[in-house]
Nanobody
Framework: VQLQASGGGLVQPGGSLRLSCVSS????????IGWFRQAPGKERERVSC????????YYTDSVKGRFTISRDNAKNTLYLQMNSLKPEDTARYYC????????????????WGQGTQATVSS
């Protein structure tokens, strides 16, 4: 089971980035999947996730209305479209998966990608 995240970079405030996470070795369709982030000196934070059963989504309050999570099962890929980026969104972003049918914001994720750095700065 592998997850490979990409798409990070340096962007000015107000800009956009699209993160991708390609899975291999398992069918992403069966898993709760999500994006987490960790900034220097801060705890890891759950940003957004998708339930495995009903495909409903969760967003942490600070990104609601700006970020959109989606999945392409045919490509076994998870996305995070990040718009109206702010300096406080600067962090290393990780994708994660769990074979769990509970609400995605409650499960313990046991498969992690290596992360991709997003930096928002002028």
């Amino acid at each position: 089971v592998q997850l490979q995240a990409s798409g990070g970079g340096l962007v000015q405030p107000g800009g956009s980035l699209r993160l991708s996470c390609v899975s291999s070795g398992f069918n992403l369709d069966d898993y709760a999947i999500g994006w987490f982030r960790q900034a220097p000196g801060k705890e890891r934070e759950r940003v957004s996730c998708i339930n495995s059963l009903d495909r409903s989504t969760y967003y942490t309050d600070s990104v609601k209305g700006r970020f959109t999570i989606s999945r392409d099962n045919a490509k076994n890929t998870l996305y995070l479209q990040m718009n109206s980026l702010k300096p406080e969104d600067t962090a290393r972003y990780y994708c994660a998966a769990a074979l769990d049918y509970r609400l995605c914001n409650t499960v313990n994720y046991n498969h992690w990608g290596q992360g991709t750095q997003a930096t928002v700065s002028s």
